[in-house]
Every structure is written in structure tokens, then in C-alpha cells.
């Protein structure tokens, strides 16, 4: 127990699919498998004119804005996301990335006196707003992520309380993720009859007769679910509840999740060992633009696994603005990240960040010395292209998002979600993210590292 604690709160913090009528137990609707799956298979109401509001279909995932279009003059739907030290970052970031390709209008709030906090996993978020201002809004949902002791923090919040208090009086929607069900929902009193799941560390806390073991659990206006491995899920499932069905499987395809799914999960040619002896120090450059959920995903996997990671900024600030809006700060600028050498430099995708990391001179200068060097390098979504264009991916096997998979002139593979070829390391992007970053984890570590970080994820993983 001590040691899945450990993995889903790695590192200790600085501090410097359909909504349902109130339902008895029996007739609660879990969610357990894909969720494209799971959106086909369950009966739904018809929609009311009070969720007509349909986004327009974004052409890439990695724009920079939704936009949205309605056939009334109804408002947008809006979404509360409250964060505090130490709250899951992937769990986090994946939510507003998701809701906010469906079209929502998300806030993202801190409960803390400032609005930049430190995430589980060290990653820096700086948040929209304070929750005070929150305290007289209505929200469509209040959709609230975990970690330890980030859940405890949203506990320890009294507006955020009554907000999410209100919202399940006036059956609007609300959820929670990881921890934060048995850690904030069930001392405030919001799981009363109510089917739920969370994290399995916290499975203990949740009262037994309404505990369920299921990826997702959808009871009247509640969602709960795992953890980060079942972050997409669980944001699908609550953009089905605000749009319908078929925005969620619309942003679903958006996100790659069929290929998550229907792809073998690595392919690897010119085997080599990664294996260094020392902690690994890896390179994650970002930019104004790149896609939130790679960045933090595969920070935040890495340093699950012990890994010294450091995120650069090509930017002139530290504080990059993602392509949903999210932002985050670096640990350093690009500059003062070269001074030192990396086992490993990965780059995160998002078409405008891809395009701006191609730009930086410094970063073009450290990533032709690693691959001289016969240091690993890789990159997943957009940014394959990247490495192409400066030369990096000569008489190499890649793989890269489907927008620019046409674009890179070396031999392509698309059967599978993550490529190795030697001591590079690509994907497709997105939902593919996770295994992108167990596969590092692999290639470091050993398979068994891998297996102990996704079992603390909630992700299904091999067991061999």
C-alpha cells in the first residue's frame, strides 16, 4: 500500500456516460471499458434544448482555440476544475484539455491563496482564477481531480464546499477522479447513495455496500472514476453528459483514442539498451503552444519513475501558454538548460509549439550534439516533423500524428502507437501519451519499473 502511495504522489512537494435521474444502487451505470465502447452501448435520453449547444469539429488537435457554435442564444456550458498543492497535474490538465475541445468553458480555480501551485508531480500550473471568485457562478459541472494532498486541499476548502455542495442539491452535474471521492466527496456527504469509484488506495474509505471496482461509475448527476490511466475515460464521459454522444466521440477521435485502443502498443526495430548508470536526466523543451496533456504526462510518468526531468522554456518567459490555454511554468529557460548534457530529450507535441521549438537555435544546437553523441532522443504528435526537418530522422523507423505523418520522407510505421528504432522513441500523440512515456520508463528502467508506475496510474498495462 505504502509503496502505490508512493506512486501516485511521487515526488514530496516544495511548498516555496449519460446523465441519469437520481437511481438507486442496482440500477447506477458503470462505464468499464473503451469509451467509445462504452458511449454506443448504453440507452440515453433525448437531449433537451438546454444541451443543444454543439461545438464546431476542430480539424487538429493541437489548435489553439475551440470555438463554438449554437443554433439558440443559450450560453456556453461552463466547467469548474479546482486545483491546490499537490493535485494530480495529468488528471488535472487531461480534464480541461478534453472539455475544452467539446466546446466548454472552463475554469480552472485555486484553492490556495495564489493562483500558481505545485502539482503532484512537481509540475508548476498557474490557474485562471481564485475560487473566491467562483463563489456566485453557476456551474454545469464541477469536476474536481485528485491527488494526495491536493484532494485533501480541496477538502479543506469551505467556498469550494458549498459550491460543489450546491451543485448536487440542484442536481447539476458533478464528479471526481483518483482520491479525491473518498478524500473530499465522501466527508462532505456527496456520495449518500450513490454508486462510486476511485483510486484503489482509497477504496477503503468509500462505504462498502456503494463501492464499485469500474474505470467509470455514472450515478444520477455524479461521475467518479481511477486515476490518471482513466483520466480520458472519465473527461469523455463527462463531455457526453454536457454535449451527447456524438461530441464525445467526435473529440474521442480527436484525441487518437481509437488508436490508444485498437493498436499494438509498441513496435521496436535495431534494438539497443538505454540503460545509463546513473539517474537519467531528461530534456522536456516546451513553447508557447505545445499540447498540456503530452507535456505533463510525460512529466509527470517520468518522475514517477525517478527520473530527473527538467522542462525548458524556448520562450523569453518561464510561463508558456499551452494550446487549450493551460499554463505552466518551467523549471528553467531553454538557455540555462543547455548548460548541462541529457541522456534523453523529448519533445512534446502541439502543431504552433512544434513550430516554435523548430525555431529555437539553442534547442537545434543541443539536439544535433545528442544525436552525434548517440544520446536518446524522441517525439511524439507534431513534433516528429521537427526532428525531420533538422535532419535527425535519416534511415529511421517513426511514427508521428496522422496531420503530419505524410510530411516526414524517412519509412513510417502507423500499426502502432509507439515507435523505437534504436535510441529514438516517437508516437502518434495524445491518448497514445501514456504508453509513450511507460515505454521510456521501459527502455530506462527495465519492464517491471514500467508495470509498478502504470499500476499506481490505474493504466492497463502488460504484465510481461
Known amino acids: 500500500m505504502k509503496f502505490i502511495m508512493s506512486l501516485l504522489s511521487p515526488p514530496p512537494l516544495k511548498f516555496s456516460s449519460f446523465r441519469k435521474a437520481p437511481m438507486a444502487a442496482a440500477s447506477a451505470t458503470t462505464v468499464r471499458s473503451s469509451p467509445f465502447a462504452s458511449i454506443a452501448s448504453q440507452p440515453r435520453k433525448k437531449p433537451t434544448s438546454k444541451r443543444s449547444a454543439k461545438p464546431t469539429k476542430t480539424l487538429s488537435p493541437t489548435t489553439t482555440t475551440t470555438t463554438t457554435t449554437t443554433t439558440t442564444s443559450l450560453p456556453q456550458k461552463k466547467v469548474l476544475v479546482p486545483i491546490g498543492f499537490g493535485t494530480e497535474e495529468m488528471e488535472a490538465v487531461i480534464l480541461v484539455d478534453v472539455l475544452r475541445r467539446a466546446g466548454a468553458d472552463v475554469i480552472v480555480a485555486s484553492v490556495e491563496p495564489q493562483l500558481e501551485i505545485e502539482a503532484s508531480a512537481g509540475t508548476r500550473l498557474v490557474a485562471d482564477a481564485s475560487i473566491s471568485e467562483c463563489a456566485d457562478e453557476t456551474f454545469d459541472l464541477v469536476a474536481l481531480p485528485g491527488g494526495m494532498p491536493g484532494s485533501a486541499r480541496l477538502r479543506d476548502c469551505e467556498i469550494l464546499r458549498k459550491i ?40 477503503d474509505k468509500l462505504p462498502t455496500f456503494w463501492a464499485v471496482k469500474s474505470n467509470i461509475q455514472v450515478s444520477g448527476e455524479l461521475t467518479t472514476s481511477r486515476g490518471p490511466g482513466t483520466a480520458f475515460e472519465f473527461a469523455l464521459s463527462l463531455v457526453d453528459q454536457l454535449f451527447g454522444e456524438s461530441v464525445a466521440k467526435e473529440v474521442g477521435e480527436l484525441l487518437l483514442m481509437h488508436m490508444a485502443y485498437d493498436t499494438p502498443r509498441k513496435e521496436e526495430f535495431n534494438k539497443v539498451e538505454w540503460s545509463v548508470d546513473h539517474i537519467p536526466h531528461v530534456l522536456i523543451p516546451v513553447a508557447n503552444g505545445s499540447e498540456e496533456i503530452e507535456v505533463v504526462t510525460i512529466v509527470d510518468i517520468l518522475r514517477r519513475a525517478k527520473v530527473d526531468v527538467v522542462v525548458a522554456s524556448v520562450e523569453k518567459s518561464v510561463q508558456i501558454s499551452a494550446s487549450r490555454g493551460t499554463k505552466i511554468i518551467a523549471d528553467k529557460s531553454i538557455d540555462n538548460a543547455a548548460e548541462s548534457i541529457y ?3 523529448v519533445l512534446p507535441g502541439g502543431i504552433i509549439g512544434a513550430e516554435r521549438l523548430h525555431k529555437s537555435k539553442v534547442l537545434k544546437k543541443l539536439l544535433k550534439e545528442q544525436e552525434s553523441a548517440g544520446r536518446m532522443y524522441g517525439a511524439i504528435c507534431s513534433s516528429p516533423s521537427v526532428l525531420h526537418r533538422q535532419g535527425l530522422l535519416k534511415n529511421k523507423r517513426t511514427t508521428a500524428h496522422p496531420s503530419v505523418i505524410n510530411k516526414l520522407t524517412n519509412e513510417v510505421v502507423d500499426t502502432a502507437r509507439v515507435v523505437i528504432d534504436g535510441k529514438l522513441i516517437t508516437s502518434r500523440g495524445l491518448a497514445t501519451v501514456t504508453d509513450f512515456a511507460l515505454a521510456i520508463v521501459s527502455k530506462l528502467f527495465g519492464h517491471p519499473r514500467a508495470r509498478s508506475v502504470a499500476e499506481g496510474l490505474v493504466f492497463e498495462y502488460p504484465r510481461s
Open 164 to 203: 460543489t455542495s450546491k451543485q448536487a442539491e440542484e442536481k447539476r452535474l458533478y464528479g471526481a477522479i483518483c482520491a479525491a471521492p473518498a478524500v473530499t466527496l465522501q466527508p462532505w456527504g456527496l456520495l449518500r447513495r450513490k454508486q462510486t469509484t476511485c483510486h484503489p488506495a482509497f477504496m
Open 343 to 345: 541522456d534523453l530529450i
